[in-house]
């Protein structure tokens, strides 16, 4: 019997795994999550969620002609939409976790209702259509047993409520927290950066200081905690009421920081509004030649040129490092027409490595989402100059995407340049245009080049050369 590639972090739950079979996603389902599925469909809310978006289109598949060889233990299969763009929570702005929350939590709720309940609480079971958050994961819905607690509720702190309460009440990014800890924040973790002060705050005491107090006094006995707690008795009305009243706190958490380093770049840079009128142009030009599947708007900031590309690309996704930039156009994108813009918190000088088990639990962005063309808008001075990378090496990090791309060169008269460059005079002598082009003409044909009208910055349309 031939084997089936699961999908990466599918392993998680063995009663449900996910394979990819000719671009299309399916779901094998074990006995007992088929019965969880079952009773799933013939909800109410089930249909509703789908009908808006915020559940992953899904159907039972009746013939498997054609679909691989399965394991016998997988007595039925289940297909879904697929997502466009797997992102992860280390790759989000505060905004997107925190409507990923409320998604979770209203999910929750309306599956409380008509007796079922989620057996987990992680933001990898969202992913995102554009700015839309969908549930994804079927399986982790299952028939509520009488008696049960929010079994998800630790998990949901780890991953989403302690990550938002660090980025609210203490401006510190949970990007970094999460990308190095994939099971979240520790109780005792966040307890240890809270100051005093910070248990008058919303949830601190009741979700940070209590459940820490609990997980030092258990973690060390042999009790089973589980049915500790189930012979203690929850009351469905009882979890529906802490599982409201957590909804409330997250809906209440803002980040409110002051303005960033390239929050307000289109206020501070050194375009001429003609530089801008023209650059805007060359990409409405490129993008307009064909439709494309997917397009990379590297240090997007606003994202004026995502929403120029967005308008014939299935999909685009604006990545930039200032988080403050990302969580205004998810603000802004959210409040537009144009919804197939997925914006996304990334440095690629410190690019997310694959992570989990064996590394392949949760890929590199690039092996998740190849691009058919990247945008580096004043990108590369800032890499090559900013963060010591080689100017070949830049080129050649183009070229492995295997993308199309439009790339600008900013000289060293240019006043964002030579702020670069004070202090850094030993990479001077190599960053000039006659050397960028030499190097991208190695690995790409040039089929545009216009120099913008100040004359310290030029544009480059290049085709990667195929071998």
């Known amino acids: 019997m031939a084997a089936t590639r699961y999908e990466p972090g599918s392993f998680r739950d063995p009663a449900a795994r996910i ?28 249909s509703a969620f789908v009908a808006d978006g915020r559940l992953i289109d899904t159907i039972p598949v009746d013939d498997r002609a054609g679909l691989p060889e399965l394991d016998p233990s997988w007595v039925a299969v289940l297909e879904h939409q697929p997502v466009p763009v797997v992102s992860y929570p280390y790759e989000w702005c505060f905004g997107m976790l925190r409507d990923a929350a409320l998604l979770q939590l209203d999910l929750l709720l309306a599956a409380l209702d008509e007796g079922m309940t989620l057996k987990d609480a992680t933001p990898f079971n969202v992913q995102w259509f554009g700015v839309q958050p969908t549930f994804i994961d079927m399986a982790s819905f299952t028939i509520a047993e009488p008696g049960e607690p929010w079994v998800g509720y630790r998990q949901f702190c780890q991953l989403f409520l302690y990550p938002l309460l660090l980025q609210a009440y203490k401006d510190v990014p949970f990007q970094p927290w999460l990308r190095g800890s994939l099971e979240g924040i520790e109780p005792m973790h966040l307890r240890r950066v809270l100051a005093l002060r910070d248990y008058l705050r919303a949830g601190v005491l009741t979700h940070v200081y209590l459940l820490s107090k609990v997980q030092a006094r258990y973690q060390d006995t042999e009790r089973d905690v589980k049915t500790d707690l189930r012979r203690a008795g929850f009351s469905a009305a009882l979890v529906k009421n802490n599982v409201s009243r957590m909804r409330r706190l997250v809906d209440g958490l803002r980040w409110d920081p002051p303005d960033s380093t390239w929050s307000e770049y289109t206020t501070c840079n050194t375009y001429t509004d003609g530089d801008q009128q023209q650059k805007a142009a060359f990409v409405q030009r490129v993008v307009g030649e064909r439709r494309r599947d997917l397009v990379w708007d590297v240090g997007c900031n606003t994202g004026l040129y995502s929403r120029i590309a967005a308008e014939n690309t299935g999909q685009v996704v604006a990545i930039d490092g200032d988080h403050l930039a990302i969580e205004r156009l998810y603000g802004a994108v959210k409040l537009e027409p144009t919804r197939n813009i997925l914006p996304l918190v990334g440095n690629v000088a410190d690019p997310t490595p694959p992570l989990g088990w064996r590394g392949l639990e949760r890929p590199a962005l690039l092996d998740r989402a190849r691009p058919d063309l990247m945008l580096c808008l004043a990108l590369m001075h800032h890499i090559v100059i900013g963060r010591n990378v080689p100017l070949p090496d830049f080129v050649e990090w183009l070229a492995e995407s295997g993308a199309e791309v439009v790339v600008e060169f900013v000289t060293r008269d240019d006043p964002m340049v030579e702020r670069l460059l004070r202090n850094r005079d030993v990479l001077a002598d190599g960053y000039t245009i006659e050397r960028f082009e030499a190097v991208l003409l190695e690995a790409f044909d040039v089929v545009a080049k216009e120099p913008l009208g100040s004359g310290t910055r030029t544009l480059y349309h290049g085709l990667p050369r195929r071998s």
């Open 19 to 46: 394979f990819r079979h000719e671009n299309r996603i399916f779901r094998c389902l074990s006995a007992d999550a088929l019965r969880d599925w079952q009773h799933l469909s013939d909800t109410t809310f089930f």
